[in-house]
């Protein structure tokens, strides 16, 4: 059973910074592409960032792209986002999620951690 587990969330004044990690408990998790995304009251989940299992490969959306940089530990199951300049607009319940290979959807998600930028 794959276990996802958010934590680093916060409150945070705009302008401020925040780390985001989350632990996984999976075998061979370096196999496995990772996704961040969030989800702010009132409006549909949507897509933050991703990276591949080569670390080299990463997405973001537009909303985050430069200010936000998504990595990922191998040897400690971890993958982090790396949150700069924040802005009100960022606050939402931040979630990891894990997809099988090959799969076209992510199967797994954590429970999600709170962000709160206040202006």
């Known amino acids: 059973q794959v276990q996802l587990v958010e934590s680093g969330g916060g409150t945070v004044q705009a302008g401020g910074s925040l780390r985001l990690s989350c632990a996984a408990s999976v075998r061979n998790f370096s196999a496995y592409p990772m996704g961040w995304f969030r989800q702010a009251p009132g409006k549909e989940r949507e897509f933050v960032a991703a990276i591949a299992w080569s670390v080299s490969s990463t997405a973001y959306s537009d909303s985050v792209k430069g200010r936000f940089t998504i990595s990922r530990n191998n040897a400690k199951n971890t993958v982090y986002l790396q949150m700069n300049n924040l802005k009100p607009e960022d606050t939402a319940l931040y979630f990891c999620?894990?997809?099988?290979?090959?799969?076209?959807?992510?199967?797994?998600w954590g429970q999600g951690t709170q962000v709160t930028v206040s202006s």
């Open positions: 999620a894990l997809k099988r290979a090959g799969a076209q959807e992510y199967s797994y």
